[in-house]
């Protein structure tokens, strides 16, 4: 099959090609169709040097003007909003329909919301009546951000980082992964025609230990905002620690979703079928661990179990397809090993993996796809319990008391996302507080209020992002004192 993409580098408002390049698949297929730049130091040099170059002029741009060509970029990816979601699906196996109602109105919205947000920020001041002196804050850009991006929500995510930080008045070098690039590189070439200056934003391609290490070592890229693996977020704090660089890290997560007896399981049902398997499971926020009060484990589990047999698995074009491929071989063999693990250590799969024949078309049968896969009777030590798999696999277990299943929710080293299911406010009340999780949904999923920080607590991150968080972030404040 021919290469139909070939992907350059977006450096000073230009495309530079490379001499080497990384081989891109369709997930669907498992058939390359683009080569993406591999990037290393010579170019994110470059790209930090067009950076350094447009932040004078970038920063001291009025947030009036730069909220105008924010809106513009907006603006722009929304008129192609079709060719980006054919293209997002495509790149990273989620199906179509996702792409179009969820991935890239975000990306959309990501713009809008921080041009409107620069517009109507606030200051704080005093006034020591006592040797007549006012102190007030201001906050201003730091320079050039190195944002690094993962592949599950390629653009959706890219742009989170980006928004704001160039609201702020910074400018940029970003990396998104290696496996889904093509959407920010179409993104790049809207850019100029969005009236943006060169060198306000750049982006390079490649692999993380490359051109993404390139980033965080860089003694000109004051402050790394990356969302992707803990281990990964590991080794980002390690290397940026000799420069005192700003970090915001967003890593994984082994999210608990808390059933108890007084839910409505018809409301409940639909949406943690949602919550586990959208976009086959490769979501940081995805229900991964589901526990169900005793008393109605047995009439839950009946009812999950024929939800999720109800998704539609093949081609992510396809309208009905409620679940596509995932991201990569690799991938899909690590997560098909896990169910292995759970089986050999005697949980039971009740649907999915080893227990569904899988039936593609030819023209997919060589794509990485997988049924979602529901997993009961494991021990909370169990790996599946305490590692996060990032696919279409969810563990169900009982539950007795809200105590037990607090101290068990709490029991992995992550802490990014909960979901509760119940009637009674004043344990949704006890719990939020208990919970060590950054996010807590009760009777829901993934409504997201951008607002509101978002981020994670023990090896899940470090750091918020969100309106006040992300300001924050992307600016230092200053105290200024005038003696009258």
């Known amino acids: ?6 992907l350059q580098n977006f450096i000073d408002g230009q495309f530079v090609g490379t001499e080497n390049h990384i081989d ?96 109507h920020t606030t200051q704080s001041a005093t006034y020591l009546e006592n040797v007549q002196a006012t102190n007030y804050t201001v906050r201003t850009p730091l320079g050039v951000a190195g944002l690094i991006s993962p592949w599950n929500l390629p653009l959706y995510l890219l742009t ?21 690039s093509v959407t920010a590189w179409m993104m790049c070439r809207l850019l100029n025609d969005a009236g943006l200056p060169q060198g306000v934003v750049n982006v390079v391609f490649g692999y993380g230990p490359k051109a993404g290490e390139a980033i965080v070592k860089h ?66 926020l995805c229900s991964s661990r589901i526990f169900v009060q005793r008393s109605v484990y ?31 071989k690799e991938h899909l063999n690590k997560v098909k090993s896990y169910v292995n693990l759970a089986a050999e250590e005697g949980a039971r799969i009740l649907c999915g993996e080893s227990v569904e024949e899988l039936k593609l078309p030819d023209n997919l049968k060589d794509g990485y796809y997988m049924f979602p896969t529901v997993i009961t009777d494991l021990r909370d030590s169990s790996r599946c319990m305490q590692e996060e798999i990032f696919g279409p696999v969810t563990c169900v277990v009982p539950f007795d008391t809200e105590d037990e299943v607090i101290s068990r929710a709490n029991n992995v080293k992550y802490g990014l996302s909960a979901s509760l299911w119940t009637q009674d406010v004043s ?29 994670g607590m023990k090896a899940s991150g470090v750091g918020r992002e969100g309106h006040k968080d992300s300001i924050e972030f992307f600016t230092e404040e200053k105290t200024i004192c005038i003696k009258h």
């Open 1 to 6: 099959m021919a290469v139909e993409l070939v």
């Open 24 to 119: 891109s698949y369709d997930p669907s297929t498992g058939k390359v169709y683009a080569k993406v730049p591999d990037s290393g130091e010579a170019e994110v040099n470059a790209a930090v040097q067009a950076a350094r170059s447009a932040f004078p002029g970038w920063s001291e741009t009025s947030a009036a003007e730069r909220s105008r060509i924010l809106n513009r970029i907006a603006d722009l990816i929304e008129s192609h909003l079709e060719e980006f979601a054919l293209a997002e699906s495509r790149d990273q196996g989620k199906p179509v329909s996702l792409a179009r109602a969820v991935d890239i109105p975000r990306t959309v919205y990501n713009f809008r919301f921080f041009a409107t947000t620069i517009l």
């Open 160 to 180: 989170w980082k980006i928004a704001p930080a160039i609201a702020c008045g910074n400018t940029v070098v970003c990396k998104p992964s290696e496996m889904t």
């Open 219 to 284: 003694p000109d890229v004051p402050l790394i905002s990356f969302t992707g693996s803990t281990l990964i977020g590991q080794r980002i704090t390690e290397q940026s620690a000799p420069h005192c660089k700003k970090l915001s890290l967003e890593l994984g997560g082994k999210n608990p979703c808390i059933i108890f007896a007084d839910a409505d399981l018809e409301k409940c049902i639909p949406t943690v079928v949602r919550s586990s398997f959208t976009n086959q499971g490769e979501v940081c």
């Open 298 to 328: 047995e009439t839950f589990l009946h009812k999950f179990v024929d939800g999720v047999k109800k998704m539609h698995v093949g081609n992510p074009a396809d309208p009905m397809t409620t679940m596509g491929a995932l991201i990569s």
């Open 427 to 455: 344990r949704t009340m006890r719990m939020g507080r208990k919970l060590e999780a950054a996010t807590i949904w009760t009777n829901c999923w993934m409504v997201r209020d951008l607002n509101m920080p978002f981020g």
